[in-house]
């Protein structure tokens, strides 16, 4: 019933730009948290910016910190990854995910998601 749908992946030179959107669908719920993560060769997924959907307050992973925004658009039932100043360690998966509607706790935390995109690759090249 919960769809996300993830687009705007592709490929780019380094130092080059992307916009990643998120459309949910199905989640009756307000509140939780939205995320976007992302897996790279070698590496389980992890996450790199993540929001309270009412409150939101932007977290952000130490490795993407002023590259990377967040943003979303309730009304649109839609969020946004601009990844900015890309490096090729940022090649790889991106998914976008929601929680049940879950209220407290952190956003950060991997395990509180349990809707999930299909995910789009994104791949910087040198």
Do not use: H
């Not at 769809?3 to 130092?15: F, K, N």
């Not at 959107?21 to 939205?34: D, H, I």
């Amino acid at each position: 019933q919960v769809q996300l749908v993830e687009s705007g992946g592709g490929s780019v030179q380094a130092g080059g730009s992307l916009r990643l959107s998120c459309v949910l669908s199905g989640l009756k719920y307000s509140s939780g948290c939205m995320g976007w993560f992302r897996q790279t060769p070698g590496n389980e997924r992890a996450w790199v910016a993540v929001a309270n959907r009412i409150f939101g307050e932007p977290s952000y992973a130490d490795s993407v910190k002023g590259r990377f925004a967040f943003s979303q658009d309730n009304a649109k039932n839609t969020f946004y990854l601009q990844m900015n100043s890309l490096k090729p360690e940022d090649t790889g998966i991106y998914y976008c995910a929601a929680d049940r509607g879950l209220i407290g706790g952190s956003c950060t935390s991997t395990d509180r998601y349990i809707y999930w995109g299909q995910g789009t690759q994104v791949t910087v090249s040198s």
